[in-house]
């Protein structure tokens, strides 16, 4: 049986496979590319190139492709065999250093929000030599970024590579200020939590909103949800154990730290929690991770389900983004230390994450926009739409200290009082996990808990990477000047928390007191996906993205026409699903089920005329009421359907989703949920919550 240290990393080409195969001079000069950015020559790249085809040979692998994240928001591929052919009508096995660096897909057909012309088709992947080469399917893939034949981003890993790379700059000027000149380079780290629901596949194929749209459209919430919180935690039952421990295998084999994993709060529902990496490898990973969830979940006869919220009434699923900055000397920034009040290069770091957040909460807030995440953030289940800090008692009496210019009285560690003396001992952690809050500090990181489970890690932290660089750009240029390093510094911090403290909650965010709250601190709560949208292209926003070239004007635009699209197509199919189920199953269904009351009924009474019908007559009356409501429902859902097709301004296009067919939406499956509580389970065309929820066993 093969152990985990034997398969962890044994389908990646990494440093270990490079170290063994490659020159030592070659080794050296990629090792330049891959740490300091520097150029790779092309010679250099022909050597890599055959040693990693020759490698992926050996592995079984015929095929290759530049594996790359366009805007759809999934992975994209497209295989070359390592096939050439020979003067004697043979073959022989190549593969050169000009395609691993660079490959050109046909651009025709993905997202690019006016970018380039359908006939302007071409466009290139180029290698991410610090994202390592790995085997999936038999497949040599090549972690790339993805340009437009114009040079364009027309991908999620572009702009966060350059994120990585502004963000390096700016606090390498920080920490020299410190004294730090040991510290060559600094990376963001993230540790994405994700959270997805398992069905049983034979129940899924059953239900045409869970094929067609991830999540379901219809359903009347079962006798047992979550309420007793007995699933939170609680044993994982031997089908889901034996999907675990071969998603486990298969994720380990690709070198992903998959760490944690357990049952989550709704039935059906559970997370895996991986070791925090290198921002943009953590990404890849999770967009790995997500991919191999559903192919290992067929296997075991389930559907893994990754929409924000496939079930109405229950909780849905997020995907927490841990945060962190890090140097290459191992110096975690955003760890406090045992004084925190005392570590002013902490306190720095803290105020321009502080800050950031502030002063682009309507980043963070598009960063995770979605139509799915619409229905989760605000449900008591997810944080709300509005966002905000939580620091914890230490950190947030530190900074009131500093803002007083009082003593912070730095109390002894406190411990817990547990009560049995067999027990040990615990000391209390300075910080909470508070589960409401959008954005907290939880040790040496931050927990961004946003973000929808379906959604790629990629946005959300070229955001965060970039809105904390101009921050630390600012600070930079504040004390380079100083005079009196110290004494600006602190003026600095404390003008920084009397400026920015309004982001800061450490309440309940689930309380509606804190909605009003936040209105009166002048915090954004951007509810929906369209309100949120319309503040990509502030000037501040559009400044802080070109000004650190993540973003041109142009790409940046095209990201909102990209996303306001996805959005109205998203709920278009969803309203057009729901329109087929209402009018092909579940209004017939009903209707032949009244049918048959309506002849029971009669029968009953040519037996006898005062028998008592009360149950069917009454079912009867209530089910025509609804299938009548629901017909007049579903008809007008249409009618608004075709008055849509005319508008081509994507932002009233949003609006009208948003408002009118949203809206229509609710009406019908208010009707329905309310026919399925009454009908007879024999006669509803669809499996139930209470089939789906706990299905599995």
Known sequence: MDTVTSIFGSMVFDDTVMRARLPKETYKALQRTIKQGKHLDITVANVVANAMKDWAIEKGATHYTHWFQPMTGITAEKHDSFISPTSD?????????????????????????????TFEARGYTAWDATSYAFIKDGVLCIPTAFCSYMGESLDKKTPLLRSMETINRQALRILKLFGNTDVTHINTTVGPEQEYFLVDKDLFDKRKDLIYTGRTLFGARPPKGQELDDHYFGTIKPRVAAFMKELNDELWKLGILAKTEHNEVAPAQHELAPIFTTTNIAADHNQLTMEIMQKVAKKHGMVCLLHEKPFAGVNGSGKHNNWSISTDTGVNLLEPGETPSENAQFLLFLC?????????????????????????????????????MFLGDELNGILKSIEEETQYDSKEKEFMKIGVHTLPTIPKDSTDRNRTSPFAFTGNKFEFRMLGSASSVSDVNTILNTAVAEELKYFAEELEKARDFESELHDLIKETIQKHKRIIFNGNGYDNSWVEEAEKRGLANLKTTPDALKHLMDTKNVLLFTGHRIFSKEELSARYDIMMENYCKVINIEALTMLDMARKDILPAMSDYCKELAETISSKKSVCADIDCTYEQETLTNLSSLVSAMYKQVNKLDEDLIKIKSTEDVTEMGDYYKNTILSDMTAIRISSDMMETIASSEKWPYPSYGELLFGVR
């Open 89 to 117: 009508g043979k073959i022989i096995m190549e593969f050169s250093g000009k395609e691993l660096i660079k490959g050109e897909p046909d651009a025709s057909s993905f997202p690019s929000g006016g970018l380039r012309a």
């Open 352 to 388: 321009a994450v502080i800050k950031a957040v502030d002063e682009y909460q309507e980043l963070l807030r598009i960063s995770v926009a979605s139509a799915g995440n619409d229905h989760r953030l605000g449900a008591n289940e997810a944080p709300p739409a509005i966002v905000s």
